[in-house]
């Protein structure tokens, strides 16, 4: 081969790959994986797939994730992040549920990623309390804790408006209060074990308490 010809060969792939590099140090935040596709989503959540028995999520838990049924959560504007952490427990023993656990089993990751960036972008339904006469309870609970349990403010996690932060705590406002129960329920007793904060918070907490917070939580927006 041509001596000459040579350097000049790689001189050009040191330039391509130097371009190159650079290119891909501008685009490295959006490498990694595949971004969630919400209109897949959509469409897994309101048809299943039977061929693999995958049942209709919208079945239980409602158009754009508005649950009517108390026992089911409402899902709407619930965290993608939060969403998809729930699936993936609910396949493996940290969150064990007759109905959600085989039924998660069928989803693939990226079908759970996609479900929780269609549900993300849904408006969160709003609900309301039903019990007058806990009302106070419920509202000191969430926003001043219980002293004499070390029971801390939910308001400090979930925030005041029962909002939550994205990608580290759930929204919770405006939730059945049934399923809110159920939960907090679950956590104290170690049925429900992906939320080791919550089952500290949960343990010292009587029924009465967690009727009281769930019910005032129904009616945050
Ligand atoms: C037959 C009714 C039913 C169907 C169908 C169903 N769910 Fe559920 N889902 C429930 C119930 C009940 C719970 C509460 C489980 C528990 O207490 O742990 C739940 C809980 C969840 C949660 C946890 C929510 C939270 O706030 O922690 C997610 C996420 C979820 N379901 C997503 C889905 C998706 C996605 C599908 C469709 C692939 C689906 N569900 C289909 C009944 C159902
Ligand atoms: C130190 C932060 C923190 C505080 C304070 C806190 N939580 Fe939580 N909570 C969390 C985290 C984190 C999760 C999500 C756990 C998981 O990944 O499953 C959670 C989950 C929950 C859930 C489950 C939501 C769902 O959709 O299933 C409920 C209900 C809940 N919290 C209620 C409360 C209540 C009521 C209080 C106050 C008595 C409270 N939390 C205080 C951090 C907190």
Redesign the pocket.
């Given at each position: 081969m041509n001596r000459a010809f040579f350097p000049v060969v790689t001189s050009f792939f040191v330039a391509v790959l130097a371009l190159s590099s650079v290119a891909y140090a501008a685009d490295a935040p959006k490498a990694g994986p595949a971004k969630a596709d919400p209109a897949k989503g959509e469409a897994l959540y309101t048809n299943g797939d039977a061929a693999r028995n995958i049942t209709a999520c919208v079945s239980c838990h409602g158009a754009a994730g508005a649950s009517t049924i108390s026992t089911n959560?409402k899902l709407g504007g619930?965290h993608a992040a939060?969403i998809h952490?729930?699936l993936t427990?609910f396949q493996g023993a940290d969150?064990n549920n007759p109905i959600m656990s085989p039924l998660a089993k069928l989803l693939t990751d990226d079908e759970m990623k996609n479900i929780a960036a269609y549900l993300d972008a849904q408006a969160a339904k709003p609900g309301a309390a039903r019990n007058k006469d806990t009302l106070d309870l419920g509202k000191k609970?969430?926003r001043g804790?219980i002293a004499e349990k070390s029971?801390?403010?939910?308001a400090?996690?979930?925030s005041p408006n029962g909002a939550g932060i994205p990608a580290?705590?759930?929204r919770?406002g405006g939730?059945h209060q049934d399923?809110?129960v159920a939960?907090?329920t679950n956590?104290r007793s170690g049925v429900?074990k992906?939320?080791p904060?919550?089952t500290t918070?949960?343990k010292d907490?009587s029924d009465d308490e967690i009727k009281a917070?769930?019910d005032y939580?129904a009616g945050l927006k």
């Open positions: 959560p619930q939060y952490k729930q427990n969150r609970i969430y804790g029971v801390p403010a939910c400090g996690c979930h580290q705590f759930p919770i939730q399923y809110t939960e907090l956590f429900r992906n939320g904060m919550m918070i949960a907490m917070v769930a939580i």
